[in-house]
C-alpha cells in the first residue's frame, strides 16, 4: 500500500514541474491576436517585428508598459534571411523582464520619424497582464 502512494505523490510532483511557466515568451506582429496577453514576475519577454530601416521607417516604442515591463536594452535590428543584401528587410527586437504585477499597455507605431502629420504606416499594441 505505501509503493502505490508513493508512486501517486512522485507522479504529482512531476505533473506540477511539467506545468511551469516558460521563463521567456516572444510575440510577433502576426502574433498579435493572443493580445491581450498574460505574463508572469520574473519571465523575459521579447517582441519581435519586420523592420526595414533602409526605407526611412521604424519602429517607435509609445508605450513601454513602465509599470509592468523593465526594458533589457535598446532595440536590435537584425537582418537573418538576406544577410549582406542592401535594401533587405529585417526584425526589430525588444527585450524586457516582466518586473511587476498589474497591467500595461505596449504600444508601437512603424512610421518615418520626421514626417509630422501623416498617420503610422502599422501600429503594434498590446494588452498585458501580469501575475
Do not use: H
Not at 6 to 18: M, N, P
Not at 63 to 75: C, T
Amino acid at each position: 500500500m505505501v509503493v502505490p502512494r508513493l508512486t501517486l505523490a512522485l507522479s504529482l510532483v512531476l505533473l506540477t514541474a511539467c506545468v511551469q511557466t516558460p521563463s521567456s515568451i516572444t510575440l510577433e506582429q502576426r502574433q498579435q491576436n493572443k493580445c491581450p496577453l498574460s505574463l508572469q514576475v520574473g519571465q523575459q519577454f521579447i517582441l519581435r517585428l519586420p523592420s526595414n530601416p533602409t526605407t526611412g521607417f521604424r519602429w517607435l516604442l509609445r508605450d513601454s508598459a513602465p509599470q509592468v515591463l523593465q526594458s533589457l536594452g535598446p532595440e536590435v535590428y537584425s537582418n537573418p534571411e538576406d544577410e549582406g543584401l542592401v535594401g533587405s528587410g529585417g526584425i526589430s527586437t525588444w527585450r524586457f523582464k516582466v518586473a511587476k504585477a498589474g497591467e500595461g499597455q505596449l504600444a508601437l507605431t512603424y512610421e518615418r520619424p520626421w514626417e509630422v502629420g501623416v498617420v503610422p504606416a502599422q501600429r503594434f499594441d498590446c494588452a498585458l497582464t501580469v501575475e
